[in-house]
Every structure is written in C-alpha cells, then in structure tokens.
C-alpha cells in the first residue's frame, strides 16, 4: 500500500499569507496525485487533479505542483474562506489512498 | 448539476449488517465508475470501494474485504454498499464518490455522506 504522508499536520495563518502544504508518497506515483479540500460539517471537495490541474470552479489561488514521491499544494494570498482541512490522494495504484490530512486554521 | 445522495445510514449492533445507497443524477450514471470513502468522527479519510462504470470490476480496501460488497442498478442510477459483520471501527460517515471518466482517476464530486454507527 502506498502512504501518503502530508506535513505539517496543522497550520495556523494569517489573511493574505502564502500557505504551503506537502504530500510524500512511499513510492513513485507519478503524477496520480490529487487535492482535496473539506471544511468542517462538508464533504471533501476536488481542488487540484494530476498534480497541477485546477478543478472547475476553484480559485486561481489554489496550485499544485511536484512529480514522483513529492507533492506540493500552495494557497497563495490566504482567505478566511480558505480555513479547511486539505487531503491528498493517490489514484495510480490500488488500494488509492489519503494522507492524513493538514489542518488550515485562520488566525 | 451533478447529485449524489447517500441514505441507508443509522445505528447497528455490532456483527450487525446494513446496506447503504447513492442515488445519482444530473449526469449519465452508466459512464461512470464510482467508490465509496470513510472517514471516522474526527479522523480522516478512509477508501473503501470502487466499482467500474459496467459494474464488472470492484475493489475492496482490505479492511473490509469479505465483509462489504459494492453493487451498482444502471436503472436506478444507484451504486449501494452492503455491509455486513459489523465492527465497532466500521463507525464513520460513508461517502459516494464519483470517479472521474475512464479508470480510477480523481473523484470530481462528493455526496454529503451517511452516517453509520456501530455500538452495542
């Protein structure tokens, strides 16, 4: 099984401040690696898909890059709408799994 | 506008059996691969089956492999998930996932998910 191991676990920033979140994988996984946002009280939300493609819809703010084992999701210029926690997911081998999840708190 | 609705969830005894449904809409159902996703009070999420769009491929997450079993009715434009042998760890909220057009890619929509208890 391939995990995912995000960092950090939880974050607690600023309106308007740059946010970086990282996803390692085990093992190679190309590009299948995919983001999810979920606020609290709601389903899981697509952000980004194959490592960098932004999904309809999502803020311009939102990209995604990395290759292989390292992935990374930034949010550029911080929103209050933007508190969630952030999952990413692996789709290139069975059983697709999550990382643990990284927790964006506004201060 | 694209429609997943789960229903079915509620409280069980453990060894307990309980069979959960996702009605979809707004989209060609039979096009589409779809999975279920777990997530535990407070934890995070949790994969645990995927059926292809002509239902002839499924996949279990081996925590509960032998004990769940994915189906889907193309007439219904519904994929269910039959649970049974129940666990206390089996206690989560239950999602229906779509799966984005061809094999197992992303899941491009949510359904805002069911909620199963297992207690005694």
């Known amino acids: 099984e391939i995990v995912l191991t995000q960092s950090p676990d939880f974050q607690s920033v600023t309106p308007k401040e740059k946010v970086t979140i990282t996803c390692r994988a085990s093992?190679?996984?190309?590009?299948?690696l995919h983001w999810y946002q979920q606020k609290p009280g709601q389903s899981p939300k697509l952000l980004i898909k194959y490592v960098f493609q932004t999904f309809s819809g999502v803020p311009s703010r939102f990209s995604g890059s990395g290759s292989g084992t390292d992935f990374t999701l930034t949010i550029n210029s911080l929103e209050a709408e933007d508190a969630a926690t952030y999952y990413c997911h692996q789709s290139g081998r069975l059983p697709v799994t999550f990382g643990q999840g990284t927790k964006v708190e506004i201060k | 506008q694209v429609q997943l609705v789960e229903s079915g969830g509620g409280v069980v005894q453990p060894g307990g059996s309980l069979r959960l449904s996702c009605a979809a809409s707004g989209f060609t159902f039979t096009n589409y691969a779809m999975h279920w996703v777990r997530q535990a009070p407070g934890k995070g999420l949790q994969w645990v089956a995927f059926i292809s769009y002509e239902g002839s491929n499924k996949y279990y997450a081996d925590s509960v492999k032998g004990r769940f079993s994915i189906s889907r009715d193309s007439s219904e434009s519904t994929v269910y998930l039959e649970m049974t042998s129940l666990r206390v760890e089996d206690t989560a909220v239950y999602y229906c996932?779509?799966?984005?057009?061809?094999?197992?890619?992303?899941?491009?929509?949510w359904g805002q998910g069911a909620l199963v208890t297992v207690s005694s």
């Open positions: 996932a779509r799966n984005a057009p061809g094999q197992i890619h992303y899941l491009d929509w």
């Open positions: 093992q190679n996984i190309g590009n299948s």
